[in-house]
């Protein structure tokens, strides 16, 4: 059972999960970082290291179209192994509902 970073990740971006993740499956878009499913070893360490929330099992309720875009993406955008400086606003968008359809980007991290 894989990991997935789902819709609070978006502009919030705080990058918790990246230096806790024994495996280094998380890769990064300009808005968000996804987790490769195919690489995930499932430790869950990761979940409660976000403070936005945004880590969730794929058993998770509506989990489906998060496990498509992850490994989609995960595919695209290059690898990040060290935490970054987060987005200075990115508290701003912590709970924000729609943030998907307003602010989502196929584009890759800097
Ligand atoms: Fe996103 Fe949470 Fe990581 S906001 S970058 S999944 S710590």
Redesign the pocket.
């Known amino acids: 059972m894989t990991y997935l970073?789902?819709e609070?990740?978006?502009k919030?971006?705080?990058?918790?999960?990246?230096d806790v993740c024994p495996a280094d499956c998380?890769y990064e878009g300009q808005n968000?970082?996804v987790i490769d499913p195919s690489e995930c070893i499932h430790c869950g360490v990761?979940e409660p290291?976000?403070?936005?929330?945004?880590?969730k099992p794929e058993s998770a309720p509506g989990a489906e179209r998060w496990l498509e875009l992850n490994a989609k993406y995960a595919l695209d955008w290059p690898n990040i192994a060290g935490k970054k400086e987060?987005p200075a606003d990115?508290k701003s968008f912590?709970g924000m509902t729609g943030k998907f359809e307003k602010y989502f980007s196929p584009e890759p991290g800097l």
């Open positions: 970073v789902t609070n990740c978006i919030c971006k705080y990058m918790d999960c990246v998380f968000m970082l990761c290291e976000c403070p936005a929330e945004a880590i987060p990115g912590d």
